[in-house]
């Protein structure tokens, strides 16, 4: 119990989807802290590296694991702030701030608007536990659908919240590698496929999904086509 007549557990739950991303982010994890051990292996801060690294490994897996959706919103801004002191991680060189502040403002922002879909969705039902609005097949409403798909389109870079995946490559590779093509990205897909079975008879839910991710694919494409720099090349593509 955390705050039980607010609705508020400390409940977590494991099952296939929340194993497949929980893997994901472990084993990707294990190959890129040896590539940073490889990669800055005469770097003075490697020590504070691995701290942060493990830090947003495990808001990443509290974020899949929640089962409680407050508890989901708290692991979620960790992973705001934990990929912010990591983008900025080289913190004397300015455009490695800049990335970092624009990365913490648009995903942080975007949680704090995935935090009101929140409390409608507890208006609406009465409950914050995932696992009872699943199992009691029932639906949310397009409002709290739209407040969820903010928190994902941004943490997911997607159009036109994608101005931030590009600047937050200052940071250093191994965590560029982490961050953005195997974990925080992913966070995005796995909110709309955990939620998918509370909205999947709403239009708006697939419509908006679809336009954004064409809009994101085309526009994404059409600026990598135009970078010179071989991982600004690889976050818009």
């Known amino acids: 119990s955390w705050l039980p007549d607010l609705g508020l557990h400390l409940s ?5 989807l929340s194993w497949l991303f929980a893997s994901l982010i472990s084993g990707v994890g294990v190959v890129v802290f040896f590539y940073a051990a490889s990669y800055l292996h005469d770097d003075p801060h490697l020590n504070r590296l691995y701290r942060l690294l493990l830090l947003f490994n495990g808001s990443m897996r509290g974020v899949v694991l929640a089962d409680n959706l407050v508890l989901l919103a708290v692991f979620w801004e960790l992973t705001s702030v ?7 991680f ?9 990335g970092a502040t624009k990365s913490l403002l648009l995903t942080a922002g975007g949680g704090l608007v995935m935090l009101l879909g929140i ?8 409950t914050l536990e995932l696992s009872a609005l699943l199992a009691g097949d029932l639906r949310i409403s397009t409002l709290a659908e739209l407040c969820f798909l903010a928190g994902a389109f941004t943490k997911s870079a997607q159009f036109p ?5 590009p600047a937050a490559m200052e940071a250093p ?6 961050l953005h093509a195997a974990t925080m990205v992913k966070a995005g897909l796995y909110l709309v496929a955990r939620l998918s079975p509370l909205c999947v008879g709403d239009p708006y839910w697939s419509s908006t999904i679809s336009t954004v991710g064409v809009l994101t694919l085309v526009w994404g494409g059409v600026l990598a086509c135009k970078q010179t720099d071989l ?6 593509s």
């Open 12 to 16: 977590l739950a494991l099952d296939g």
């Open 161 to 165: 919240f994608h101005i931030w995946l």
């Open 119 to 126: 409390f409608l969705v507890f208006a609406q039902h009465q």
């Open 82 to 88: 934990a990929s912010f002191l990591l983008i900025g």
């Open 173 to 178: 590779t191994p965590v560029s590698a982490y």
């Open 90 to 98: 080289r913190s004397q060189r300015v455009a490695a701030c800049e």
């Open 231 to 236: 991982k600004a090349l690889l976050a818009y």
